[in-house]
């Protein structure tokens, strides 16, 4: 196992020396400052429109961050030739893939937290809110790395078989399509006028998709005061959801990865 | 090596079931219960492609809030036909913004008006369609339930059971106003429920007084001192007006002076002359001398689906659409009455789309309901009427426990439109007692309405 925290550790490095990553976390930062003052677009529900965007506006970067971020991660392992050092060494192909996603999750997490602390900087200066809602609008952020982790899964697994250029239009389509899934299901599956047919198409498509919506907890944070039960359980399970898929897709990117000519 | 391979697909088969089996049984409906933002669905008509991607990055309430503003700019130029799918756009978006649906009700229920300022009333059930949605999305704020409460109790103007149930929801919940709860009491009278409202009355009253020990802020006291005086109102009005005597029912209302004893004959008569193409000239006598009577006058299609007398079915739309019955026939003004007479002039001609006069026979409807009236007139008619007849239009069938004035004349198409057979004749409806008469005429029925002050 050191040897998968030491490519982890290293991929953390690179990840913050990576200047295109950097300017993508500065445009999110700039788009958090600026936020506030959208709030006259809504006479009362100023704190609604602030949150919800600014919510929408981490989401957004940290999706950006972790498919840039994860599709370029083994390819130019592959291109630079540093790959054939590693591997020369007593480090299994699993090992060294592995790590690689390690280290993308823990330079998310850098990342979002960042961007977390910084929103609530700002939210405190302009909105005037008590510690207690600062607190509970840091949960949201939680969710988004778990979310950012499946979807640097995704993108890195889809990486051992595809170009980067394919691979950043796959995993965000993927993303897309998990992100709607909810909303899409529920059209499909609430409307009279859908064929038997086509609910079960969709059904199937919810199962088998990551759902990426799960992660979008926001709504009773920016509209308070509605009551939730078993909010815990709740976040347990959407998270363990997610390191079963994120397991499945290391899985099976492990096997590709394994049989791939370097 | 294969054997680990071939373990490692059954694990990733596993897996994929754990998770699928995770997502539909308990996560999705978990989802759509607490996380959802309610209306959810993908809203993709009447919106561009780059709001629809902007919707789907989780900006709707940023999005909702352009398109307020952006109708906000509509309403500025006129143009409310504009705004009502954005209306509807915006409360999808961002099902938790009150204001939206709150002016977005009072816009479609008020604001669709003709040239002479009369109101498009087919629009109410589409009003009334986005309340309840409003309703549902926002359940804990008592916001909507009084904007719907106040839509049945001050424009639609009838069917006050449905203003108290409305009411009766603000009422329990915890953001309430004060100064709001006492319209209850208001709602509850008008309903016939006297002793409940007076009764609601006490309840408001001692928690003002309470409240206003507690904190001594102006408003407090104000309100105290409101509920003192419409209580003291009530109590002399329910003895004036014999409602306390008839509520015994021993017989002391039929041998006391009460200020609604005798029934006033209001002598109402009434006269329809096509003086224009959908143009009418109604004019017609009520005995009553005072200011403050105001008759509803209604014309409409004969067989108008889910017509109740002088009103429509308000409450028929349950899912919100902008299916306005365009070939239908609706309008609602209120003849005022002054020198014991009306006289009004309906112009329908400068709006053919609100008024299209398509089928061929239309009803002119005479409604006046004392629940509905002023407080002076109420002083001598009571709450329900009992202190005001008609040999000819009393009604006491078409609003449960009231009597009511109502009266009704047909008209056909033709003679609407001057055409046909009616080319250059002016038709004209009357009722059966209907007699001229001018402001100048004696005053020897004069309703004498009776002061609270006794004098």
Redesign the interface.
């Known amino acids: 196992m050191g040897a998968v925290w030491n490519i982890a550790a290293t991929t953390v490095g690179e990840a913050i020396r990576r200047r295109v990553l950097l300017v993508i976390l500065m445009i999110g930062v700039l788009l958090l400052t600026i936020i506030p003052s959208?709030s006259v677009?809504?006479?009362?529900?100023d704190d609604?429109?602030t949150v919800?965007?600014m919510?929408?506006v981490m989401?957004?970067t940290s999706a950006l961050l972790a498919i840039v971020l994860t599709v370029y991660m083994i390819p130019n392992e592959i291109e630079r030739r540093t790959i054939y050092t590693i591997l020369s060494k007593p480090v299994q192909r699993w090992q060294f893939f592995l790590g690689k996603y390690l280290g993308a999750v823990l330079s998310l997490l850098l990342m979002i937290t960042l961007m977390t602390v910084f929103m609530l900087v700002v939210y405190a200066i302009f909105q005037n809110h008590h510690a207690s809602r600062l607190l509970s609008l840091a949960q949201q952020p939680v969710m988004y790395w778990i979310e950012m982790s499946l979807l640097a899964a995704v993108a890195i697994c889809i990486s051992t078989f595809v170009t980067p250029l394919i691979n950043i239009f796959l995993s965000f389509g993927v993303w897309?399509v998990g992100?709607?899934l909810?909303?899409?299901?529920?059209?499909i599956a609430?409307n009279s006028k859908s064929i038997p047919i086509m609910k079960s198409i969709s059904?199937l498509i919810?199962?088998?998709v990551?759902?990426f919506?799960?992660y979008?907890?926001?709504?009773?944070l920016?509209?308070p005061?509605?009551p939730?039960?078993?909010?815990g359980l709740?976040y347990f399970?959407?998270i363990?959801?997610g390191v079963?898929?994120i397991?499945?897709l290391l899985?099976?990117g492990a096997?590709i990865f394994d049989r791939r000519e370097v | 090596m294969w054997k680990i391979r071939k373990k490692l697909y059954g694990v990733g088969a596993v897996l994929l079931i754990v998770a699928a089996t995770l997502q539909m049984t308990y996560i999705h409906p978990k989802w759509r219960k607490d996380y959802s933002p309610e209306a959810g669905g993908l809203v993709a008509s009447q919106l561009s492609p780059e709001q629809i991607l902007l919707q789907l990055f989780g900006f709707r309430e940023f999005l909702a809030g352009i398109l307020w503003v952006r109708a906000d700019g509509f309403f500025d130029a006129g143009n409310y036909d504009a705004i009502l799918p954005i209306i509807r756009v915006c409360t999808i978006l961002d099902p938790h913004n009150i204001d939206i649906y709150a002016t977005g009700m009072w816009h479609i229920a008020y604001n669709f008006t003709d040239q002479e300022q009369r109101s498009n009333r087919r629009y109410i059930p589409i009003a009334l369609a986005l309340a309840k949605d409003g309703i549902k999305n926002n359940p804990n704020t008592y916001e909507l339930y009084f904007e719907t409460g106040w839509l049945w109790y001050q424009k639609i103007d009838d069917n006050p059971s449905e203003a108290v149930k409305y009411f009766q929801e603000m009422v329990k919940k915890k953001d309430v106003l004060p100064a709001r709860e006492d319209l209850l009491a208001n709602a509850y009278f008008r309903d016939q429920k006297i002793m409940t409202g007076l009764n609601w009355y006490f309840h408001l009253y001692k928690e003002a007084i309470a409240r206003a020990k507690k904190d001594t802020f102006y408003a407090n006291s104000q309100i105290r001192d409101t509920l003192e005086s419409n209580i003291d109102n009530t109590i002399i009005r329910m003895i004036q007006r014999g409602y306390l005597a008839q509520k015994r029912n021993d017989g002391s209302y039929e041998k006391g002076d009460y200020d609604t004893k005798p029934p006033f004959n209001v002598g109402f008569s009434a006269k329809v002359t096509v003086v224009r193409p959908r143009v009418l000239r109604v004019t017609g006598t009520w005995n009553v001398l005072p200011v403050g009577c105001r008759i509803r006058f209604i014309v409409r299609d004969l067989h108008y689906p889910n017509a109740l007398p002088a009103e429509l079915d308000w409450n028929k739309n349950d899912n919100f659409n902008f299916n306005l019955p365009t070939n239908l026939t609706y309008m609602q003004d209120q003849l005022f009455c002054k020198d014991q007479r009306f006289d009004r002039v309906e112009n329908m001609s400068k709006d053919p789309t609100m008024y299209p006069f398509d089928s061929n026979h239309y009803l002119l409807e005479f409604f006046y309901d004392p629940a509905f009236g002023a407080p002076h007139i109420q002083d001598k008619f009571g709450w329900n009427g009992v202190g005001m007849t008609d040999p000819n239009f009393l009604n006491t069938q078409i609003r449960k426990g009231v009597r009511v004035i109502y009266a009704t004349l047909e008209l056909s198409k033709d003679q609407i439109l001057m055409r046909g057979q009616w080319q250059n004749r002016h038709a004209t409806v009357e009722t059966s007692n209907f007699k001229e008469s001018s402001p100048t005429e004696s005053m020897t029925n004069i309703v004498k309405v009776p002061s609270l002050r006794g004098n």
């Open positions: 959208l677009l809504s006479a009362r529900s609604s429109v919800g965007t919510f929408a989401r957004g897309l992100t709607v909810n909303p899409l299901y529920d059209t609430n059904k919810v199962s088998l990551p759902n919506a799960d979008d907890t926001k709504n009773p920016i509209n005061g509605q939730i039960q078993n909010q709740y399970t959407t363990f959801y079963v898929w397991a499945l899985i099976i096997l």
